[in-house]
Nanobody, 126 residues
Framework: EVRLVESGGGLAQAGGSLTLSCAAS????????IGWFRQGPGKAREGVSC????????YYASSVKGRFTISVDNAKNTVFLQMNSLKPEDAATYYC???????????????????WGQGTQVTVSS
């Protein structure tokens, strides 16, 4: 069974930091990439970042570049999203998903394959 479980959301002040985790199981981890997506109230889902699990190649949306860092621990099949300098507009439910590895690219295609986590809430107070 394919399973992704997010953790680490919560409340942070503007300018603060949070680290999200995505623990994956049930598929060959290094044959895929893991993407982080977010959806705020009344907003469209946004692909925030992704990492190719085999090479560590990354992509960041322009809205988070320079503030967020994605990393992978292949031994634990876990991907992390370190979020620094948080802004109120970063508040959203964050989801991780398995994505086709070739779509974790400079164009930010992030094509998910149908395996999603349950989401973790990030709230940023101004």
């Amino acid at each position: 069974e394919v399973r992704l479980v997010e953790s680490g959301g919560g409340l942070a002040q503007a300018g603060g930091s949070l680290t999200l985790s995505c623990a994956a199981s049930g598929f060959t981890f290094d044959e895929y990439a893991i993407g982080w997506f977010r959806q705020g109230p009344g907003k469209a889902r946004e692909g925030v970042s992704c990492i190719r699990n085999n090479t560590g190649s990354t992509y960041y949306a322009s809205s988070v570049k320079g503030r967020f860092t994605i990393s992978v621990d292949n031994a634990k099949n876990t991907v992390f999203l370190q979020m620094n300098s948080l802004k109120p507009e970063d508040a959203a439910t964050y989801y991780c998903a398995a994505i086709a590895i070739w779509t974790c690219n400079n164009y930010g295609d992030l094509t998910e394959i149908g395996a999603w986590g349950q989401g973790t809430q990030v709230t940023v107070s101004s």
